[in-house]
């Protein structure tokens, strides 16, 4: 285990020696995700779920107004009781 967290370690300070800090928070923050990514995985697989019921697939934006006040906007309309 130590050896892996040193070449972590090492990789991510060479990013940010070479390629700036901007780099470096970007790739830590990969990694991070990587490690999360692994650990549901590994807990999956110990409470027997196996992930084929899981789907790949192209994630669709859901189209959003560009303004808060359309809402607002439609509300003017409605009467009070």
């Known amino acids: 285990m130590n050896d892996l967290l040193i070449k972590v370690i090492v990789r991510l300070a060479g990013v940010h020696d070479s390629l700036g800090p901007q780099a470096f928070e970007k790739a830590a923050k990969r990694a991070l995700v990587g490690i999360a990514t692994a650990v549901k995985d590994e ?12 789907k790949c697939g192209t994630v669709v934006r859901f189209p959003l107004g560009k303004t808060t006040g359309t809402i607002a906007a439609s509300n003017d309309n409605v009467e009070d009781t």
């Open 43 to 54: 807990g999956e697989e110990r409470a027997g779920i196996d992930g084929s019921g899981r």
